[in-house]
């Protein structure tokens, strides 16, 4: 069970920015987190990886965001972020924060849960 609340989206126009903040809610006892991150569902489109950090701290970016998104995460508030600068129309799209780890009931690896999606507008 990892419950994940996300915040921060809205409307923003092109070259504005915009911090998204996902936090995760689960029992230690239950669930070991591996990485999170960020997917983005724009309209008549397929989910698509924005951004994703390890727990070690590696990220990962698509290539249409690098240098423009930035993605952190403070472990022990099992809190992930995404700034976003520079936005574009482009970038319109729910983003769906997720989570990866080990479900320790039943030794299940590379378990994978999603946030019910912020909504991001880019438009002037």
């Known amino acids: 069970q990892v419950q994940l609340v996300e915040s921060g989206g809205g409307l923003v126009q092109p070259g504005g920015s915009l911090r998204l903040s996902c936090t995760a809610s689960y029992s230690r006892s239950m669930f070991s987190i591996s990485a999170m991150g960020w997917y983005r569902q724009a309209p008549g489109k397929q989910r698509d990886l924005v951004a994703r950090?390890?727990?070690?701290?590696?990220?990962n970016y698509v290539d249409s965001v690098q240098g423009r998104f930035t993605i952190s995460s403070e472990t022990a508030k099992n809190t992930v972020y995404l700034q976003m600068n520079s936005v574009k129309p482009e970038d319109t799209a729910v983003y769906y924060c997720y989570v990866k780890g080990a479900r320790l009931t039943d030794f299940s690896f590379n378990v994978e849960f999603w946030g019910q999606g912020t909504q991001v507008t880019v438009s002037s």
């Open positions: 950090i390890s727990r070690g701290g590696s990220t």
